[in-house]
């Protein structure tokens, strides 16, 4: 079983910068998959990026390949996102989730375990 919290979500101009967490409890963070994902009002969630268990390999949707970057530090239990160069259609509600595929996974249907999400809202 794993819990997930996010934190660092809020307002922010276009252009500007924000980092995402999501601290995990449990011991067996390191196992796991860690995935970002976002939705708007009105649209489905999608997927934003992820990081295999091992931390070697990451992912991205291509609208924010280049501005974003997961990242995760397994000896706090925490994965990150950082966000540059935010637009405002990158304003959504942020979710962390895990998996334990030991693959790219870009489907949130192999998501097992959601944090509560973190509010992105960017001004134009």
């Known amino acids: 079983q794993v819990q997930l919290v996010e934190s660092g979500g809020g307002l922010v101009q276009a252009g500007g910068s924000l980092r995402l967490s999501c601290l995990a409890s449990?011991?067996?963070?390191?196992?796991?998959?860690m995935g970002w994902f976002r939705q708007a009002p009105g649209k489905e969630r999608e997927f934003v990026a992820g990081?295999?268990?091992?931390?070697?390999?990451?992912f991205y949707v291509d609208s924010v390949k280049g501005r974003f970057t997961i990242s995760r530090d397994n000896a706090k239990n925490t994965v990150y996102l950082q966000m540059n160069s935010l637009k405002p259609e990158d304003a959504a509600v942020y979710y962390c989730?895990?998996?334990?595929?030991?693959?790219?996974?870009?489907?949130?249907?192999?998501?097992?375990?959601w944090g509560q999400g973190t509010q992105v809202t960017v001004s134009s």
């Open positions: 989730a895990a998996t334990a595929v030991r693959r790219s996974s870009y489907r949130s249907t192999e998501y097992a375990y």
């Open positions: 449990g011991r067996t963070f390191s196992s796991y998959g």
């Open positions: 990081i295999l268990w091992s931390g070697y390999s990451t």
